[in-house]
């Protein structure tokens, strides 16, 4: 039986003359690419020049709302209300369509950033709020959730098109959420641990915590984080490795 699963990565996140990551390269080795709409990250010559970038690899286009949270890049917690979530979430997509639309692409995904995706990783009605403004925007489009967190009892419960995601440079609770960044070992460096890792996972159709157990799941999408100095060496050795395993890169169809 032929494995397939999707390699992503989070980018479009530099501001003006700031470079965040190498977006150029991690563009010749993903399938699938979550692009900042400029509330966290990113600013609208940056979308125009990474969903160009895109289009010119044939990598999927999605959109990488955040909180409006600039200077801290998303990762701190903010309160506000479900309505608010819904617009905000609505009006980073909507930009991000148009952008896609003038570079000859499309957004096929959206998948939520940072502090906002970790909270909706708790939280299964903010993320219905969060993924309400984004099917708003788009019906069809496929939510990219956090496997085996609230996010995806959203999605189930929306009945929409959803890819469940892993991710290879972070590590994992018992509970399916991501370790706090503030911890030792929370961020995988080792392009080939994060490799090895991920045969490993997407073998067992599990997360494995840093307990050791194993939270059965399916698997559509593999995460790594453009901003970190790793990514391009991460990226690298995590496609060879599961290219090695026999396990074939694709971008994800979504799935209901």
């Not at 977006?23 to 940056?46: E, K, M, Y």
């Not at 990762?75 to 952008?99: E, F, I, T």
């Not at 990514?231 to 290219?243: D, F, M, Q, S």
Request: overall charge negative; aromatic content about 4%.
């Amino acid at each position: 039986m032929t494995i397939t699963v999707d390699l992503n990565a989070d980018m479009g996140e530099s501001f003006g003359p700031w470079p965040m990551g190498d977006d150029a390269a991690l563009l010749r080795t993903i399938t699938s690419a979550n692009i900042a709409c400029g509330a966290h990250a990113g600013d609208w010559d940056v979308m125009a020049r990474t969903m160009a970038l895109a289009v010119e690899n044939g990598v999927g286009i999605g959109a990488h709302p955040g909180l409006p949270d600039l200077q801290g890049f998303g990762r701190r917690r903010m309160q506000m209300p479900h309505d608010s979530l819904r617009n905000l979430v609505a009006w980073q997509v909507g930009a991000a369509q148009a952008m896609a639309r003038q570079a000859g692409g499309a957004v096929r995904h959206v998948k939520l950033h940072g502090a906002l995706a970790n909270m909706c990783s708790e939280d299964a009605e903010m993320a219905r709020a969060c993924y309400e403004g984004a099917l708003a925007a788009d019906p069809d489009v496929i939510i990219m959730v956090l496997a085996a967190t609230a996010q995806q009892t959203a999605v189930e419960a929306l009945g929409c098109r959803w890819a469940a995601e892993i991710f290879a440079d972070r590590a994992y609770n018992d509970d399916a959420t991501l370790v706090d960044r503030r911890l030792p070992g929370a961020v995988i460096h080792d392009p080939d641990r994060a490799g090895a890792r991920m045969v490993e996972m997407v073998k067992a159709g599990a997360i494995i915590t840093e307990s050791g157990a194993h939270i059965s799941t399916p698997i559509d999408t593999i995460c790594l984080h453009g901003d970190t100095a790793e990514a391009v060496g991460i990226a690298r050795a995590t496609r060879a490795a599961l290219e090695d395993a026999g396990i074939t890169l694709a971008q994800f169809p979504g799935r209901r």
